[in-house]
């Protein structure tokens, strides 16, 4: 039998492995912009493993998956699904949205691979939703079906940002001032932490002295600036607000995991943040929401393992 591939495919990077028996091994990370095509990575992912003979392939990646042609919202590539599957000679080749592959990862994911934020029990079975703030804003709710699992696809990082309190109407305002429309993406991403933190830069009247959110970050971490941290206390309130909507639009008493690179690096300030509280901020349905727990998603690899999840579930050779 021949080999199989996965791929995970963000705004920055693709990384890239072979499956085997559902578990991955020889993974290897590039730059997409080092490449014109995602069709010349793969082949020089290939060219790495002479010996073996792919027959298969299934790649998750950050954009609309709704028709054979693929275009990435947050980087140039495009191509055919039925071209890209004749141009590496493959028997069999799915593309999936990056949060369908990130997804169908959490019902295989162990407690080494996560961390809880809050109280509340996986209930097994039951619906999951997940959400990750990195280049954009990815969302995806996972339902048990008689063969596994399904994946809901959708574009739900681009739902209007919820609104909360006043702080959320300083950021919302400057948003929709900025673009017409305050979507959650805008806020809750990389781009959107540094927005949030010009919008309270600007209601302050104050300058604005960093544009990258690993500076803000840093510094509201460190204690050394107080707009930077307000800022990522903003972001974390939002996010709260955010995942406990995905909480009650599906019922997901499977849980709640918060995917992405950001939040992976500021877990304990997270956990000490309004972000649980503002979860369970439901009025009459406080108690419905407390139940359903919540999770940053801590496995690197975990946009792979739901790549291969897919793939394994799918592809009956």
């Not at 990750?132 to 739902?159: A, F, I, K, M, R």
């Not at 955010?242 to 639009?249: C, V």
């Not at 690197?300 to 799918?314: C, M, R, V």
């Amino acid at each position: 039998m021949g080999a199989s591939f996965v791929a995970d495919v963000g705004g920055t990077n693709i990384r890239l492995a072979q499956t085997e028996n559902g578990q991955l091994k020889d993974i290897k990370k590039y730059l997409c912009n080092d490449f014109d095509t995602i069709a010349d990575v793969i082949k020089a992912y290939m060219a790495d493993y002479p010996e073996q003979q792919f027959v298969a392939g299934c790649i998750g990646i950050a954009c609309p998956v709704n028709s054979d042609l693929i275009i990435m919202t947050n980087h140039t590539w495009r191509f055919s699904v039925k071209e890209l599957q004749a141009e590496l000679g493959l028997d069999w080749l799915h593309v999936i949205n990056d949060y369908t592959a990130v997804a169908m990862s959490l019902p295989v994911l162990d407690a080494s691979q996560k961390v809880q934020i809050g109280p509340g029990e996986v209930k097994p079975r039951e619906n999951i939703a997940v959400f990750g703030p990195g280049t954009g804003l990815g969302v995806g709710h996972l339902v048990p079906v008689s063969e596994g699992w399904q994946c809901l696809d959708g574009e739900g990082g681009h739902v209007d940002l919820p609104i909360y309190n006043k702080d959320d109407l300083i950021v919302w305002e400057f948003l929709r001032d900025k673009y017409g429309y305050a979507s959650a993406e805008e806020a809750l991403s990389g781009r959107g932490l540094v927005q949030i933190y010009e919008a309270i830069a600007q209601h302050r009247k104050l300058t604005v002295r960093y544009t990258q959110p690993a500076e803000i970050t840093s510094n509201a971490l460190n204690g050394s600036c107080n707009v930077c941290l307000a800022a990522l206390n903003r972001f974390c309130a939002l996010m709260g607000t955010f995942a406990g909507n995905l909480a009650l639009n599906a019922a997901t008493h499977g849980g709640v995991y918060i995917a992405g690179g950001i939040a992976q690096r500021f877990v304990d300030f997270l956990k000490s943040s309004d972000f649980r509280a503002r979860f369970e901020a439901k009025g009459r349905f406080q108690q419905y929401v407390a139940d359903i727990p919540t999770f940053v998603i801590t496995e690197p690899d975990h946009g792979l393992i739901g790549t291969a999840a897919y793939l394994t579930q799918n592809f009956k050779g």
